[in-house]
């Protein structure tokens, strides 16, 4: 059984860092894609990161692009997501997701197309 566990969030002021982990586990993740999606109150999940399955080229949304970083490391089967220059519009919780199909990724939520994690709260404050 796929189980995503993500850490990593708190409250930081803006202009501030954090970085979040996702641990993985249930099977080997080395042949996919991984990424991280965030949903404000109110607000459908969206698509901040995906990384492939190598590690090998990344995918940023526009409202975070130069600000995050997203990496992996498959002899861990973690994936991470820097964030820097948090800006209030960054508060959410932050999901974990790992496709369900190898060699596959997605740059938009799919609620069936990945597994996810529960989530970890982001706040950041003005």
């Known amino acids: 059984q796929v189980r995503l566990v993500e850490s990593g969030g708190g409250l930081v002021q803006a202009g501030g860092s954090l970085r979040l982990s996702c641990a993985a586990s249930g099977r080997s993740f080395s042949s996919y894609a991984m990424g991280w999606f965030r949903q404000s109150p109110g607000k459908e999940r969206q698509f901040v990161a995906t990384i492939s399955w190598s590690g090998g080229k990344t995918y940023y949304a526009d409202s975070v692009k130069g600000r995050f970083t997203i990496s992996r490391d498959n002899a861990k089967n973690t994936v991470s997501l820097q964030m820097n220059s948090l800006k209030p519009e960054d508060t959410a919780i932050y999901y974990c997701?790992?496709?369900?199909?190898?060699?596959?990724?997605?740059?938009?939520?799919?609620?069936?197309?990945?597994?996810w994690g529960k989530g970890t709260l982001v706040t950041v404050s003005s």
């Open positions: 997701g790992a496709s369900r199909s190898p060699f596959y990724y997605i740059t938009y939520y799919r609620e069936d197309k990945y597994y």
